[in-house]
């Protein structure tokens, strides 16, 4: 338990640190440096990898994380399981890039109007989901030997501050668009390198599998477990940027903006994250005891403290974002567009306010009819995707995103309260529900009181921060929140 401890406290830096660096290149750095076409070519090049790399390993990652601990030996190399996973991986790329040669053409149609540099760089496609599908197979092979933190590392930290050194490289001209895409696929085949090496470092690996291991858990019946679980990490990434692949063959700009927005809106459910990766293991070990009652309790406690952080995330985030762009000198596109965030915040709102309900429904025995969720979410995204953008554009795209959002949690709220009688929100949730929107108003209503963007961002968002949470206190909406905060300030004290 101390290493887990241990990787956790160091993942957790690592991840918040990432964050830091990753709002100053993508809000502050990126979208000056570069022009609204080239950030939008790579953003839409690695959303369209990242989701074929979703696809290509046909659920390794998840077949790692629940069988390996029955191949777990390192005296005898885990009896060839990374054998097993090689085998699996290849036949996943062969299928996949298959697939993407007979379909390029139907593919590249969509883009070649309106999107003419995402064609003509489309030929890195594949070798790129290649890295990237790989990144997340040799990721979670490091999770399950409780060595993630060098993985994080890489990912949270250095990939980015790599693309922060070619943006600055080539707006300087010292290298030309076709190397700046290769450094910038190049920055993740290192990335993979060293990931390899480092499990070459620290485990004994072997690809001959023990026969007997795999007859008593057969290469079917993982692989049926792999398929379903890849089903449903595919659908639920392609929630996230089948939007942004839809309005690529709009234009590159566009692609740009609306990917800003959505990384800006994405701070809101950052809490969840958190909270989703100590409540997953919870939730699991208390189906297996079949203790509803103490489940029940971490759904309603999960869903009030959420939805009073993630409303203030969200009015935070209304209030300040039009000043954050003016002190980044962004493109007018992007001002122009910035009611773009306030409606992908809305979506995110939605989603963290919800609360676990993804683990509770995964960890019981219901969860192959959470993957149907997800993926007829998904398919009714692609549908008001296919509705909305050419009416909209990139409204209909933001739009789309929240619908999406409203359906897919009220789905997985109904069925929760059907399937165990868990309801989870009170009259409380009402109070802190019009107090988001109360603030919200203010903040559309409340005066700019100078041209500075800096003062600007610090009255407004200042106030109404004050306002939120003076109005939690005085209403007692989460009283248990102030009284650990006052221990802890009196603790201390007393230090």
């Known amino acids: 338990m101390g290493v887990i401890k241990r990787q956790g406290i160091k993942n957790t830096i690592i991840t918040y640190i990432g964050i830091l660096i990753g709002a100053i290149n993508i809000i502050f750095i990126q979208p000056r440096l570069l022009s609204l076409e080239e950030l939008g070519l790579t953003r839409l090049l690695y959303d369209f990898s990242y989701l074929v790399g979703i696809a290509i390993p046909l659920g390794l990652p998840n077949i790692i994380v629940k069988y390996f601990p029955f191949f777990r030996d390192p005296e005898k190399k885990h009896n060839g399981f990374a054998g097993f996973i090689l085998l ?15 379909f390029k053409p139907v593919i590249t149609g969509y883009y070649i109007e309106k999107s003419g540099l995402f064609v003509e760089y489309f030929r890195f496609i594949i070798p790129f989901t290649f890295i990237v599908s790989a990144i997340t197979v040799t ?31 080539y707006f300087n001209k010292l290298i030309s668009l076709d190397t700046y895409v290769y450094f910038f696929i190049g920055l993740y085949a290192i990335e993979l390198f060293i990931i390899i090496g480092y499990i070459l470092m620290v485990d004994k690996i072997s690809f001959v599998p023990d026969k007997t291991l795999f007859k008593q858990y057969s290469k079917s019946k993982m692989l049926k477990f792999g398929l379903l679980l890849c089903l449903a990490s595919f659908s639920s990434i392609g929630l996230r940027k089948v939007d ?11 692609v740009a903006v609306y990917t800003t927005a959505i990384f800006i809106a994405s701070f809101i459910e950052v809490p969840l994250g958190a909270l989703e990766r100590i409540s997953h293991t919870k939730i699991s070990d208390n189906f297996a005891k079949e203790n509803f009652i103490e489940i029940e309790k971490i759904y309603k406690d999960s869903v009030k403290y959420l939805l009073l952080i993630g409303g203030f995330l969200f009015i935070g985030i209304n209030a300040c974002t039009k000043y954050v762009y003016q002190i980044g000198h962004l493109h007018d596109a992007y001002i122009q567009c910035i009611d773009v965030v306030y409606i992908v915040g809305i979506g995110a709102l939605i989603n963290i306010s919800t609360g676990v309900n993804s683990a509770i429904i995964f960890y019981s025995k219901h969860y192959v009819l959470g993957t149907v969720f997800l993926v007829v ?26 619908l ?23 009259a409380k949730s009402l109070y802190i529900l019009f107090l988001i929107i109360a603030c919200s108003v203010v903040t559309y209503f409340l005066p700019e009181i100078n041209s500075s963007p800096i003062v600007n961002l610090v009255f407004k968002g200042g106030f109404v921060s004050l306002l939120y949470i003076a109005t939690v206190y005085q ?3 989460a009283p248990e929140l102030f009284e650990m905060i006052r221990a802890k300030f009196n603790k201390t004290k007393v230090q």
């Open 244 to 254: 942004a692949l839809f309005l690529g063959t709009t234009s590159l700009g566009l």
């Open 377 to 402: 979410t998904l398919v009714i995204t692609v549908v008001l995707n296919l509705v909305l953008i050419p009416v909209y554009g990139i409204y209909g795209a933001a739009v789309a995103s929240a």
């Open 475 to 477: 209403l007692k909406l």
């Open 88 to 102: 699996v991986f290849f036949i996943g790329f062969i299928i996949s890039s298959l697939c993407l040669l007979i």
């Open 139 to 169: 990721t979670a092979y490091c999770q399950s030997l409780f060595k993630s933190t060098i993985p994080s590392f890489l990912n949270d930290i250095c990939l980015r501050l790599g693309t922060i050194v070619i943006t600055v490289m």
């Open 404 to 426: 999406a959002s409203f359906i897919f949690n009220f789905v997985k709220f109904f069925f929760i309260y059907q399937k165990f009688k868990f309801q989870p929100y009170t």
